[in-house]
């Protein structure tokens, strides 16, 4: 295969090249000849297919990186790109070609400098002091591609949060969204330094060496709060930003850290009646992951935003209301007893989500059985199942002979539930 490098047409020395590359560590020997390929081959298809196989042995790391920096340079923007991308699989073993990798940050190309973004998230605190000096270069396309690159470090780049900051305050809404992505990321990876390995490693040198690994684990937890505090307070300001897309960055923080974001629980949930249908769902899916305690007292927007136009917005309310448990079934009850029929479906799929928990609201189901709407007729009879109303049987027996087959599908599935025969045939 080595030789085939050399063969005469460009199919057989690109073929070559990409099973070299599928042979991983045991093609070592032609670590030499592909980089020979990925400088010199004359034709740009080979060239790619030798960086790739270059990129999948991930060997010689002092040679391969030497060549994958020299086509950093190249004129042709994809061998760039692929040069770039190549680095990832050398991880802290490419940390000197940190330099060249800021450089493409600017490139002319956007998939180079997303490659080189990539790449740069996953070389470890070298590249994320690197990056943090480059949020202070005039070019504002350099700037954004920094803080892509940071935000792939999660919480490795912790100590970028009081530089980051600042920008979700910038005048450009695009700049402000990529900042608060970036806290997003940092302040929402629960990965503890001592488990992952990122700070374990000898190379990394943010922890003294000397540091238990105790006492590491002691130290993490107050250094993360510091992070989600700051977070938390930009995350807050920002719900209100007046452009949707940084009021979406802004409430997905909230959302990202679950319990640790319960404190925005009365910010974020104006957000269920926002314009943009995407922040609508956003905040559901922040204020279901809070906690039941920090929002029980919005149960009742809970319920109200059940009637939203759209689908997933209405899901990620239901899964909200699910995440409150037994605290939403007053508001639930209510709806049932008075019959909003906006609210209805929704509520009804609130009930089957909670199953048993929700018992107490069989009653209030039943007379839905003879409900008008088909729909709801079959939503109620799911429901009846789903909480065990044993007490229903005998109506969920004659809504088997309902003449909507999704009623009867429904029936049947109930009484199953409920451990009762079904008739065989109706």
């Known amino acids: ?26 093609a070592n020997t032609a670590i030499d000849a592909l980089i020979g390929s990925a400088l010199h081959d004359s034709d740009h298809v080979v060239r790619i ?70 790449t740069l998230g996953k070389m470890g605190p070298v590249a994320v002091a690197a990056l943090m000096q480059v949020l202070d270069d005039p070019d504002r396309v350099k700037r954004m591609n920094a803080l892509k690159g940071l935000a792939a470090h999660g919480a490795r780049a912790g100590v970028a949060v009081p ?43 943010i922890w003294p060496k000397a540091m238990t690994s105790a006492e590491r684990l002691r130290g993490y937890p107050s250094l993360r709060r510091a992070i989600v505090e700051a977070s938390l307070q930009v995350f807050g300001e920002l719900v209100a930003d007046p452009d949707p897309s940084v009021r979406y960055e802004a409430v997905k923080g909230f959302a990202d850290l679950g319990e640790d974001g319960q404190s925005g629980a009365q910010l974020v949930a104006p957000l269920l009646r926002d314009p943009d249908s995407r922040i609508r769902r956003a ?51 209510i709806v049932l007893e008075y019959g909003d029929r906006l609210l209805l479906p929704g509520v009804l799929a609130t009930v089957i989500e909670l199953g048993p928990v929700a018992a107490d609201t069989a009653v209030f189901l039943l007379p839905y059985l003879a409900a008008e709407d088909s729909g709801v007729r079959a ?22 002979d309902d003449q909507a087959e999704e009623v009867r599908l429904a029936a049947a599935w109930a009484l199953a539930a409920l451990g009762t025969d079904v008739p065989v045939a109706r």
């Open 283 to 333: 905040a559901a899916d922040a204020l279901g992951g809070m906690g039941s305690e920090a929002v029980v007292d919005l149960v009742p927007e809970l319920v109200s935003a059940l009637a939203d136009p759209d689908e997933n917005v209405r899901w990620a309310v239901i899964q909200a209301l699910r995440n409150v448990g037994a605290s939403a079934l007053t508001e639930l009850a």
């Open 49 to 118: 297919r030798a960086i790739r196989a270059l990129e999948r042995i991930s060997g010689q790391a002092n040679v391969t990186i030497t060549a994958l920096i020299e086509l950093l340079d190249d004129p042709h923007p994809e061998i760039r790109w692929a040069a770039a991308g190549a680095m990832e699989s050398f991880g802290l073993k490419a940390v000197v070609a940190t330099p060249a990798l800021v450089g493409l940050l600017d490139d002319p190309d956007p998939a180079v400098q997303a490659s080189a973004a990539s």
């Open 1 to 26: 295969m080595i030789s085939e490098l050399q063969a005469a047409t460009t199919h057989d020395r690109a073929g070559a090249a990409v099973r070299l590359g599928e042979l991983g560590s045991n």
């Open 163 to 205: 530089r980051v900051t600042p920008i979700t305050r910038d005048p450009d809404p695009e700049m402000r969204a990529l900042a608060l992505l970036c806290l997003r990321r940092i302040a929402g990876d629960r990965n503890w330094p001592g488990e992952s390995g990122w700070l374990t490693d000898p190379q990394a040198e």
């Open 379 to 400: 939503l109620t009879a799911e429901a009846l199942g789903s909480v065990g109303a044993t007490q229903a049987a005998d109506a969920l027996h004659t809504a088997l």
